[in-house]
């Protein structure tokens, strides 16, 4: 091999040793790096500073099963969002369907009309009455921070359009829409200004998961035109649904009570102690935070914080794991 071949090859093996690091190095950041109050990005579905390239979504949209058609650009709406399955629950109120009578975000936009939501936001889903109207209460008085969306939108709705909507949400019957896989890689993805959902990368490729739980959507598409039908795919560290079942059941050697004490049996809760099987996994990694960290309170927080304070926030991923792999129904 002639010096100038040998230069080139040295050349390109030191660019491709330069990319792998690059990669290694973002991918520890975003399963290290921490936001407001030291909460960990992962969790909290931070939009991704840069952006690659997507297809808009253009024209009519039809879902499998569904009857009915919206032009792309209403299924983004959060005035009057979509309606696929409409023989799927009650009549809703203008609080949660929208329309011209609904308010500037009606809750059917982020958490569908069945309820189920998404990894970013609440399954309310047979949520029991009285818990749904102190949360709301507590969002309204910032008691409960999440100032991204739900502290502002409590404090537009009437005491009667919080009632409504509370009775609507707590007649659906949950199900279950997480698939749990534990596992050390996973596909490389990006969280999207499109819904704050995270996804995977166009550009392909594969990173360690390391001390997260990445949560992305079966079919993108469907989720995007707020199919309430969607699925996801959790990903966790090995171990985690073990280590979780034993400190739901039993705590941990007096630091923790377990969970099913106040949650009851399979965790599909107790009178207004609501149901936590089957919710969205990273959900419930930002709540039981929440309440560490003091950004979530009221009454049945109080009782939460002394089970809570002690855990790790790895006990947390596994906690969190193994409630979103049960069923939320017997």
């Known amino acids: 091999m002639n010096r100038a071949g040998y230069l080139r090859r040295c050349f390109l093996l030191t660019l491709v040793i330069a990319m792998l690091f690059a990669c290694r190095t973002q991918n520890i950041k975003q399963q290290t790096e921490l936001g407001p109050h030291g909460l960990p990005v992962w969790a909290y579905h931070v939009i991704d500073p840069v952006q690659p390239e997507v ?61 189920v939501g998404h990894p970013e936001n609440a399954d309310l889903s047979g949520l029991p009455l009285g818990y749904f109207v102190r949360q709301m209460a507590y969002f309204k008085s910032d008691t409960r921070k999440e100032p991204a969306r739900m502290n502002q939108i409590a404090k537009t709705l009437s005491d ?77 560290p090995l171990g985690s649904l073990s280590k979780g079942e034993k ?10 009570l377990p969970c099913v004490l106040c949650h009851g049996e399979g965790l599909r809760g107790v009178g207004e102690v609501p149901r936590i099987a089957g919710l ?25 914080k002394p089970v809570v304070e002690h855990l790790s926030l790895d006990d947390i991923i596994a906690i969190s794991a193994y409630v979103g792999s049960l069923s939320p129904t017997q």
Not at 71 to 94: G, N, Q, R
Not at 206 to 218: A, D, F, K, S, Y
Not at 247 to 256: E, F, H, I, N, R
Not at 280 to 304: C, D, F, K, T
């Open 55 to 115: 297809i808009e979504l253009k024209g009519l949209v039809h879902l499998p099963g569904s009857t009915k058609e919206y032009d792309a650009a209403v299924t983004e709406s959060f005035k009057d969002p979509p309606d696929w399955y409409p023989d799927e629950h009650p009549a809703a109120p203008p609080v949660v369907a929208g329309g011209k009578d609904g308010p500037a975000m009606a809750c059917g936009s982020c958490h569908m009309m069945s309820g």
């Open 160 to 236: 009667e359009e919080i009632r409504q909507a509370a009775e609507y949400f707590a007649v659906l019957k949950p199900r279950k829409t997480v698939e749990v896989i534990e596992t050390e890689t996973i596909p490389r993805t990006y969280i999207s200004s499109l819904g704050r959902v995270r996804m995977l990368h166009p550009q392909g490729g594969t990173e360690l998961l390391g001390h997260r739980i990445v949560q992305m959507p079966v079919d993108a598409l469907r989720l995007l035109n707020r199919d309430p039908h969607s699925t996801f795919l959790a990903y966790v």
């Open 247 to 256: 400190l739901v059941k039993t705590g941990d050697a007096g630091k923790t």
């Open 280 to 304: 969205q996994p990273v959900y419930i990694v930002r709540q039981l935070l929440s309440i560490q960290s003091g950004h979530s309170a009221g009454e049945g927080v109080a009782l939460m």
